[in-house]
């Protein structure tokens, strides 16, 4: 069997690879390679930082073709993906194709699968926000309505497919698998101990930071939501606590942008680096005393590895964090920021929510079951 993995964010390469891990050891056991897999690479997020180290710490191989689309326009992003992406499925003729998340890459893939009739299997399949205002809720929707098995993290996500129509009763195959990316998790922590020195290099103590990531378009493109963020920010560095703040490319570039404001690298009350290979970044979670995101990925992390998360959104997908006490959302209210941080305790203990950590066997297992 021929699958196509399409890839074009550093999160899809997490769980890319927990899944890949999974295939390699299914065809090791089997003494043949019963799956072969194609990986393509939209090109995405192209940079060092954001695709080639994450490719050397997960061990991926490389990609067997890179689209190299690049950053642009959300309209001229999918389709050039389209274009190319069905391009590559013409010429290679997979029995599957395979996608993750929420991303254009994932949209342009399932859309060009769908039209070439090529059954496709989707990652993270049922994750709902209830915001439409979000490029990601859309491309979510989408790709699971276009879906022939859908795979997904939690019960809480079985039930949202359901109430869309989306069941065993119809065409579609709905499974709770659980989270490929709490598989990564517990693959690689004790690796990033091992081998990361960016405590280190960043003159960091273990539970005496916060942990920042803003990349979410609702953010970084209303300049009043991201100054209100960084205000708040600010301030919590302002008494007392170091605040990190690894930039992504988009955040960094508004940031640049902004020279009338108090935002970007003028501001010395915050540690602006670059972005961060995985293992850096998981070191960088586990050891802070609390996480601020508004990224999806970094909820559940903050969640698994026992640190309190600050989401900077007026909603989340991974409402399970929310529920155990783990994740507050403060959306972009700069007293509320302040406040949660203030205030950030662990939750509770025990749900197992997102699986047992062989959520990557039990998506190769689906899909070669399907067939």
Not at 50 to 59: I, P, T
Not at 271 to 282: A, F, G, R
Request: proline share 5%.
């Amino acid at each position: 069997m021929k699958l196509v993995t399409i890839v074009g964010a550093r999160p899809q390469f997490i769980k890319a690879a927990a899944v890949s891990r999974a295939i390699v050891a299914r065809n090791a056991s089997l003494g043949t390679a019963a799956i072969q897999e194609f990986l393509l690479h939209t090109g995405q997020h192209y940079d060092e930082v954001m695709s080639g180290v994450f490719f050397r710490d997960l061990e991926l191989p490389e990609p067997n073709e890179h689209l190299g689309v690049g950053s642009g326009p959300q309209g001229w992003q999918t389709g050039r993906m389209l274009t190319r992406i069905e391009e590559t499925l013409l010429r290679e003729r997979p029995d599957w194709v395979l996608i993750y998340g929420d991303t254009n890459s994932t949209l342009a893939g399932a859309l060009a699968a769908v039209k070439l009739h090529i059954p496709l299997a989707h990652v993270e399949a049922g994750l709902r926000s209830f915001n439409r205002r979000m490029a990601e809720e859309h491309n979510r929707v989408v790709s699971d309505h276009l879906s022939t098995l859908l795979l997904c993290p939690t019960r809480t996500a079985v039930e949202n497919l359901r109430r869309e129509g989306i069941d065993e009763a119809g065409s579609a195959s709905v499974e709770n698998v659980g989270d490929v990316m709490y598989d990564s998790i517990l693959h690689y922590t004790g690796v990033a101990e091992k081998r990361s020195d960016v405590l280190h290099r960043l003159k960091l103590s273990p539970c005496n930071y916060g942990l920042v990531t803003i990349h979410r378009a609702e953010n970084t493109d209303d300049p009043v939501r991201l100054k209100n963020i960084f205000k708040g920010l600010e301030q919590i560095a302002r008494e007392g606590l170091p605040i990190v703040l690894p930039l992504h490319p988009r955040t960094r570039k508004v940031l640049y942008k902004s020279s009338s404001s108090s935002l970007g690298p003028r501001s010395s009350s915050l540690l602006l680096t670059d972005p961060v290979p995985y293992l850096d970044m998981l070191l960088l979670e586990k050891s802070a005393k609390v996480i601020l995101t508004d990224s999806g990925g970094v909820q559940k992390e903050a969640y698994w590895l026992g640190v309190p998360c600050v989401t900077m959104r007026d909603d989340t997908e991974w409402v399970e964090t929310v529920e155990a006490g783990w994740n507050v959302l403060v959306g972009a209210d700069p007293d509320k920021i302040v406040a949660a941080v203030h205030s950030a305790k662990p939750g509770k203990t025990g749900g197992n929510y997102y699986g047992d950590g062989h959520a990557a066997e039990r998506v190769v297992q689906s899909i070669v079951k399907f067939v």
